[in-house]
């Protein structure tokens, strides 16, 4: 048996569509934030039949099935109890999904001897979500799709930070996967999305390289915008802020014009992450968990990728 954690990400260039054909690979390029704090944790162990439990709940997950039905074409695996819990909600918007794939797949490498590297773990664990490759690595983590996923800034030489806000803790009413489709197949933006994504992407890795802030806020909230108008524009419409999301994207906005550095980024889900340099964290904590629909805020740092802890 082994046991892995992982972390969540926050993409900072969105990706919201796939290519066509099999192996779940994303349409456009991604840039992430690896997050420290929220943490998933599998344990993976042989046994006599297959059982999966998350939280302590007993569960049947498809995308778990279909991403162990793949690996049992190229690997002899024998049945598996999985056991997974995080100290964060599923399905609101977390990135509960990318932590969750990344540490499965890091556990069961370990506990069937699959002798993957981490570049393999992260074509493995995008087969379950596709933002779960950039969970196997730490820092700032790109995705491309014709190359893979990797680190392109290691956390410790930009230690960003990020104020969570949250606002509800309701599981989104439509996820990611279905809310992707529905993109592709009836928004008149998804053209000018998918045409426009590979600028943001290559002007963000350049930010980050070279540790520009203002850069990287502008190129990350024009991701993030440009991603909810297409949503947006999606028949029916995907909406999934609330009026809390909104009180904190503009708080976000007049500390900036305040001078303080931070910038916002949100996914399909109501919350709100605030990214900022440790110095404003404080502050930004401070007002956003002031806001009437804000129920509480988390402060986390950058985090490793997936990794082997001890049982
Ligand atoms: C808005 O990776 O969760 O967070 O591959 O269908 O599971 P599936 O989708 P998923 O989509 C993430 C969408 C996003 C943007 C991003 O993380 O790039």
């Avoid at 969105?14 to 934030?33: C, D, E, F, Q």
Wanted: neutral net charge; glycine residues 8%.
């Amino acid at each position: 048996m082994a046991v892995a954690v992982a972390h969540p990400n926050v993409a900072l260039v969105k990706y919201w569509g796939k290519r066509p054909g099999h192996g779940n690979v994303p349409a456009t390029p991604s840039l992430s934030i690896t997050l420290d704090g929220l943490t998933t944790r599998t344990r993976v162990d042989a046994a006599a039949e297959n059982s999966l439990e998350i939280n302590g709940e007993r569960r049947r997950d498809a995308k778990v099935a279909g991403l162990v039905a793949a690996l049992r074409e190229e690997f002899a695996l024998p049945a598996m109890r999985v056991t997974s819990c995080g100290n964060f909600p599923v399905g609101a918007g977390l990135a509960s999904s990318a932590s969750g794939f990344a540490a499965l797949v890091t556990a069961l490498d370990e506990t069937f001897s699959l002798g993957l590297p981490a570049s393999a773990r992260a074509v493995w664990a995008r087969r379950g979500s596709a933002s779960a490759a950039r969970s196997v690595f730490g820092g700032f983590v790109a995705l491309d799709p014709d190359v893979g996923a990797a680190t392109v800034l290691d956390r410790d030489e930009w230690p960003l930070e990020v104020v969570v806000a949250v606002t509800s803790d309701a599981a989104k009413a439509v996820s990611s996967t279905e809310g992707m489709t529905r993109s592709r197949d009836t928004s008149p933006f998804y053209g000018a999305w998918m045409h426009s994504t590979a600028t943001d992407f290559d002007d963000a890795c350049r930010a980050v390289h070279r540790r520009d802030f203002d850069a990287l806020a502008a190129t990350a909230e024009h991701s993030c915008l440009k991603l909810h108008a297409l949503m947006l524009s999606t028949r029916p419409g995907l909406l999934y802020w609330n009026a809390a999301t909104i009180d904190a994207m503009r708080a976000v906005r007049a500390m900036r014009d305040a001078g303080t550095p931070v910038f916002f980024t949100i996914d399909a889900g109501p919350q709100v992450k605030a990214v900022c340099l440790p110095a404003a964290a404080a502050t930004v904590a401070d007002r956003l968990g002031e806001l009437a629909g804000v129920k509480r805020v988390m402060r986390v740092g950058l985090g490793a990728g997936a990794r082997l802890v001890e049982g």
